[in-house]
T-cell receptor, first 114, second 109 residues
């Protein structure tokens, strides 16, 4: 039973649509992450929030826009996506950002861009 | 650049032992993680190594050699439920996790 939930689990959208992914963690953690997972590729870190402040933005295109209203919730707003953005989007949380911090993952949102 | 290498796929027999290797080249090293990910599910934490040597946890063990940039995950008494992808990840000097592409382990009866 995971302490990190994500909605929706599956999403199909056209390139002109706007949608949002939601992540919620029930673990009392202070750091939250967005990852992109494509088939047979390493997890790609997209954004990191520590105590609601964005600390990392790994050259992610502006069509992806994160929002972290509090330490328990994280959103990823999507607009004018491309077919190559189709992937599994994983949210994770950890107590803080640090070397030994175990990250706990949500089940992901499977996104298909047509 | 930063790089994590692990085999793409491995096959093993139920009840046997399998070793999944991971080699890394990163800017700094602050620990190495192994995660398990079943198809369609979230990655889940298996182990963390920061010092050289073997860490044993039930049927799973993880080994680290920092001088060689090398780790392995050892799975004993394999069960069908161990069929999954195993992800190796290294924390670099900026405390970012650098991930390998994962090793898909197939267990046959």
């Amino acid at each position: 039973e995971t302490g990190v939930t994500q909605t929706p689990r599956h999403l199909v959208m056209g390139m002109t649509n706007k949608k949002s992914l939601k992540c919620e963690q029930h673990l009392g953690h202070n750091a939250m992450y967005w990852y992109k997972q494509s088939a047979k590729k390493p997890l790609e870190l997209m954004f990191v929030y520590n105590f609601k402040e964005q600390t990392e933005n790994n050259s992610v295109p502006s069509r992806f826009s994160p929002e972290c209203p509090n330490s328990s919730h994280l959103f990823l707003h999507l607009h004018t996506l491309q077919p190559e953005d189709s992937a599994l989007y994983l949210c994770a949380s950890s107590q803080e950002v640090g070397a030994q911090e175990t990250q706990y993952f949500g089940p992901g949102t499977r996104l298909l861009v047509l | 650049g930063q790089n994590i290498d692990q085999p793409t796929e491995m096959t093993a027999t139920e009840g046997a032992i399998v070793q999944i290797n991971c080699t890394y080249q990163t800017s700094g090293f602050n620990g190495l993680f192994w995660y398990q990910q079943h198809a369609g599910e979230a990655p889940t934490f298996l182990s963390y190594n920061v010092l050289d040597g073997l860490e044993e946890k039930g049927r799973f063990s993880s080994f680290l050699s920092r001088s060689k940039g090398y780790s392995y995950l050892l799975l004993k008494e394999l069960q069908m439920k161990d069929s999954a992808s195993y992800l190796c990840a290294v924390t670099d000097s900026n405390y970012q996790l650098i991930w390998g592409a994962g090793t898909k382990l197939i267990i046959k009866p």
